[in-house]
């Protein structure tokens, strides 16, 4: 009998008996729940990472739950086998779905269970089930995100598209230099495969200086190196035009066109811009300002979301706040504040 591999949005149909999920995890303690309607439903687990459900006759989420913690931790991956037991069939029908990522997050529905006459529909909540792996402080961010949006993706009319706009001007080439622009991209890549739309065009960087550099179109997984790369062939620049970075392209690389879905545009610069009462009627405008700890307490638009990445006072001393697990929280938290009143005002 056939082994299907599943993903997120697919759904496979079993034959009309007791459904068993076996779970694997990696770098995680999980175990496995069963809510049906008006809640959990009888199911048995006769072993650790074992859940049959003797009767699906009505729609039965099937979830993964942290054992023993609040939250999956860092790296946490689940593996799942879903079919059936038979003595008469020794290779039965069953569904494989492997390498999800639960990290930073309280539980995740992953399969429903729904009868269909004399076969049960299996379906697949969720984005696709394996990632791309990000670099370690995207992971981190991402993790930060998941937890306090209480969610492993944004969906429907929540989810963004986003732009991450870098200023280039000849203030900012020291911290493009030493790696403290890369460490903000990385959170910026994390937080967007939490919030943004899975689309391959809804994330987007370009360079600012008098005008803006779009680059290629760039997985999460790969945008600090495209943005690394790309600055590395800069010439000296002057002056930093913000407004530039709300001329998106298109689809078809038409500068300016519409293309539907809010966009979030991160401003990654050194000091607020000349034009931030402009900026602050933009929508989804948000400054990413990276400054010295001594001058956070800097005088800003009302109106215009902001979130100050603090740096050492002494230019000596680098800056390693993407690797501490507390300041990409805090930062993260700060990014995602709109979005989460949002949902939580819905």
């Given at each position: 009998?056939?082994?299907?591999?599943?993903?997120?949005?697919?759904?496979?149909?079993?034959?009309?008996?007791?459904?068993?999920?076996?779970?694997?995890?990696?770098?995680?303690?999980?175990?496995?729940?069963?809510?049906?309607?008006?809640?959990?439903?009888?199911?048995?687990?006769?072993?650790?990472?074992?859940?049959?459900?003797?009767?699906?006759?009505?729609?039965?989420?099937?979830?993964?739950?942290?054992?023993?913690?609040?939250?999956?931790?860092?790296?946490?991956?689940?593996?799942?086998?879903?079919?059936?037991?038979?003595?008469?069939?020794?290779?039965?029908?069953?569904?494989?779905?492997?390498?999800?990522?639960?990290?930073?997050?309280?539980?995740?529905?992953?399969?429903?269970?729904?009868?269909?006459?004399?076969?049960?529909?299996?379906?697949?909540?969720?984005?696709?089930?394996?990632?791309?792996?990000?670099?370690?402080?995207?992971?981190?961010?991402?993790?930060?995100?998941?937890?306090?949006?209480?969610?492993?993706?944004?969906?429907?009319?929540?989810?963004?598209?986003?732009?991450?706009?870098?200023?280039?001007?000849?203030?900012?080439?020291?911290?493009?230099?030493?790696?403290?622009?890369?460490?903000?991209?990385?959170?910026?890549?994390?937080?967007?495969?939490?919030?943004?739309?899975?689309?391959?065009?809804?994330?987007?960087?370009?360079?600012?200086?008098?005008?803006?550099?779009?680059?290629?179109?760039?997985?999460?997984?790969?945008?600090?190196?495209?943005?690394?790369?790309?600055?590395?062939?800069?010439?000296?620049?002057?002056?930093?035009?913000?407004?530039?970075?709300?001329?998106?392209?298109?689809?078809?690389?038409?500068?300016?066109?519409?293309?539907?879905?809010?966009?979030?545009?991160?401003?990654?610069?050194?000091?607020?811009?000349?034009?931030?009462?402009?900026?602050?009627?933009?929508?989804?405008?948000?400054?990413?300002?990276?400054?010295?700890?001594?001058?956070?307490?800097?005088?800003?638009?009302?109106?215009?979301?902001?979130?100050?990445?603090?740096?050492?006072?002494?230019?000596?001393?680098?800056?390693?706040?993407?690797?501490?697990?507390n300041a990409v929280t805090d930062i993260v938290a700060s990014l995602v504040a709109p979005l989460r009143d949002q949902v939580a005002a819905s």
């Amino acid at each position: 009998m056939p082994t299907y591999v599943l993903e997120g949005g697919k759904s496979i149909t079993l034959p009309a008996r007791p459904v068993t999920i076996r779970l694997q995890a990696s770098n995680a303690r999980a175990r496995l729940s069963a809510i049906g309607l008006d809640g959990p439903v009888r199911s048995i687990t006769p072993a650790a990472g074992l859940l049959v459900v003797p009767q699906v006759d009505q729609t039965i989420t099937v979830q993964a739950l942290p054992d023993g913690a609040d939250r999956f931790g860092p790296g946490s991956l689940l593996n799942l086998t879903v079919g059936y037991e038979s003595r008469q069939d020794l290779d039965p029908d069953r569904g494989v779905l492997n390498g999800l990522d639960v990290s930073g997050l309280m539980r995740r529905d992953i399969v429903t269970l729904d009868p269909e006459g004399d076969r049960i529909r299996v379906s697949v909540l969720g984005p696709a089930a394996a990632e791309a792996p990000l670099p370690p402080g995207a992971a981190m961010a991402r993790d930060a995100a998941r937890e306090i949006l209480g969610t492993d993706q944004l969906t429907g009319r929540y989810a963004v598209d986003a732009v991450v706009a870098v200023d280039v001007s000849a203030s900012m080439r020291p911290l493009l230099t030493d790696g403290t622009v890369a460490q903000v991209v990385d959170i910026l890549a994390g937080v967007h495969r939490v919030i943004g739309r899975p689309a391959d065009e809804s994330l987007r960087a370009c360079l600012v200086a008098g005008r803006a550099r779009w680059l290629p179109t760039t997985p999460p997984e790969r945008l600090t190196a495209a943005v690394t790369e790309a600055v590395a062939d800069l010439p000296l620049t002057t002056g930093f035009r913000a407004s530039e970075a709300s001329q998106r392209p298109g689809p078809a690389g038409r500068a300016g066109e519409s293309e539907g879905p809010r966009t979030v545009t991160w401003l990654i610069t050194d000091g607020a811009p000349a034009e931030a009462a402009t900026l602050a009627g933009t929508p989804g405008a948000h400054l990413v300002l990276v400054m010295p700890n001594s001058a956070r307490e800097v005088a800003l638009h009302q109106h215009l979301a902001t979130t100050v990445v603090g740096l050492p006072d002494s230019a000596s001393q680098p800056a390693t706040f993407g690797s501490d697990r507390n300041a990409v929280t805090d930062i993260v938290a700060s990014l995602v504040a709109p979005l989460r009143d949002q949902v939580a005002a819905s």
